[in-house]
């Protein structure tokens, strides 16, 4: 039945997001290319929930998802901090060779390791090992994003422009973003079995945190938001609340 296809084909649209926001990056146009990255985030939720309620759930599909996430939230991202670690680079070291700024491509080689582990882990039903590539890819769309439409002189604004202009910070950044991929951390997983609160505590939480940051701070939440997320999950991992 075609109607079985609508999950396959989101996720197509989410590939052709993600391929149309790198071609925004080189283009220079780095906010319109993490515009396609919050787009391909929201298409990637709808496949999964619409392949839930269509009885669509299939190998292939769970293959096509990922394949299109290494774009996406792999590749995509990775060329978004390329471009501003080799223009950093130039400015801050312009003898040096410019190839370390290639180190940027470390994020979406972890993020193929982080969805090839995923598809084979069964264990992986009820949470995440590791920073989900979705919630990754988003953190640096961020970036852009504060800094076309943020706040001028709000401490995330400035927070942002210091780490564009600063290689080493960009550096550290991309050791960071590519070892919570992979990090034997289990973290919190927004897919719902029920909606009773008893065994849904953290989700809640996590859910209010990021509408009312969203309220107050609108775009530049969003690193809030993930870096909230990985505190929630270790919390839980502690107290083993859910």
């Known amino acids: 039945m075609l109607v079985k296809q609508i999950p396959n084909l989101l996720t197509g649209l989410n590939l052709l997001s993600g391929c149309i926001g790198i071609t925004f990056a080189f283009s ?4 319109l290319a993490s515009i396609c990255i919050l787009i391909s985030a929201l298409l990637d939720f709808f496949d999964g929930f619409a392949a839930k309620l269509l009885n669509a759930q299939s190998l292939f599909g769970k293959e096509f998802d990922s394949l299109a996430d290494i774009i996406s939230f792999g590749v995509l991202p990775a060329s978004v901090i390329f471009l501003y670690m080799s223009d950093a680079f130039c400015r801050e070291c ?3 060779p410019e190839w370390l700024s290639y180190s940027a491509y470390f994020i979406a080689l972890f993020s193929a390791l982080r969805l090839a582990k995923f598809n ?3 264990k992986q039903k009820n ?3 590791g920073l ?3 919630a990754n ?8 994003l504060i800094l076309e439409y943020g706040i001028v ?3 995330l604004y400035n927070t942002a422009d210091f780490l564009v202009n600063s290689f080493p910070a960009l550096l550290v950044f991309t050791i960071i973003s590519s070892a919570l991929l992979v990090l034997p951390l289990r973290m919190i997983s927004m897919k719902f079995k029920s909606y009773k609160l008893k065994t849904n505590r953290l ?6 945190f990021t509408l009312l940051a969203l309220i107050i701070y609108g775009i530049m939440a969003i690193p809030v938001i993930v870096i909230f997320y990985i505190f929630l999950s270790i919390f839980n991992l502690i107290f083993k609340i859910d």
């Open 28 to 31: 220079g146009n780095l906010h």
């Open 203 to 208: 989700k809640y939480v996590l859910l209010l």
């Open 137 to 144: 890819g988003i953190v640096i769309s961020s970036i852009p």
């Open 127 to 129: 949470y995440f090992i």
């Open 132 to 134: 989900p590539t979705p």
């Open 94 to 96: 312009p003898n040096s």
């Open 153 to 155: 002189n709000h401490y």
């Open 120 to 122: 084979i882990d069964r």
